[in-house]
């Protein structure tokens, strides 16, 4: 089995308009510390991350803790959001169609396609292991919805708060055979 912790960054500082260097606030920092307070008698065999500060920045005291640097794979980034792209009707019209992007934004089924491309290959190259994937809320719901359809708009709404969250996933090659919610703080978005 391998088996991979999902760790959904801790709060952002949203006044920084750069999606890829917007920082933790201090609040996430300081939550940051309880990410790894989780993560730190699970055996964690390595660390993958989205290359977006925020999310490199919420696994990185765990790293530290286990002595280990954090790889980044590109693919696992954010959706890109176009205009008007963060409201209740927009995130019901993206996830109704995969497909469907705002003007200049990218796609639940484009974020899902690179993010399980990524995926898969962690599964092929890191059989066997127990690894942290630094993530975000829309590319982590698009993994939840490639191995279960039934994860929608609602599902999405129930935890677009949860900032850290941690779900823990079991494969037996590249089947998804458990899903666990380990660990969440509620932290209001306001995207």
């Known amino acids: ?24 606030t201090e609040e996430g920092l ?7 307070e989780v993560l730190k008698d699970k055996k964690i065999d390595m660390f993958i991350s989205s290359p977006y500060k925020r999310s ?33 009707e927009m995130f019901k019209k993206r996830w ?5 992007a705002e003007a200049d934004g990218e796609s639940i089924g ?22 942290v994937i630094g993530t975000h809320g829309t590319a982590l ?4 919805n490639y191995y279960d359809s039934s994860f929608n708009d609602e599902s999405f709404m129930k935890i677009v708060d949860l900032m850290p969250y941690i779900v823990k996933m079991e494969f037996d090659g590249k089947k998804n055979v458990s ?3 380990v660990f969440s703080i509620y932290k209001e978005w306001k995207g």
């Open 1 to 24: 089995m391998t088996t991979i912790y999902f760790v959904r960054h801790c709060k952002p500082d949203i006044s920084i308009a750069d999606d890829r260097k917007r920082p933790l």
């Open 30 to 36: 300081a939550d940051s510390t309880k990410v790894m």
């Open 56 to 88: 490199y920045d919420s696994i990185k005291k765990a790293a530290d803790f286990y002595g280990q640097s954090i790889l980044t794979d590109e693919r696992l980034r954010e959706r890109k959001a176009g205009k008007d792209s963060n409201n209740h």
């Open 96 to 100: 109704a169609d995969l497909n469907f």
């Open 110 to 131: 484009e974020v899902q396609k690179r993010n399980i491309e990524a995926l898969n290959e962690i599964l092929e190259k890191y059989q066997d292991k127990i690894i």
């Open 141 to 144: 719901s698009s993994i939840f």
């Open 179 to 181: 899903k666990e919610e």
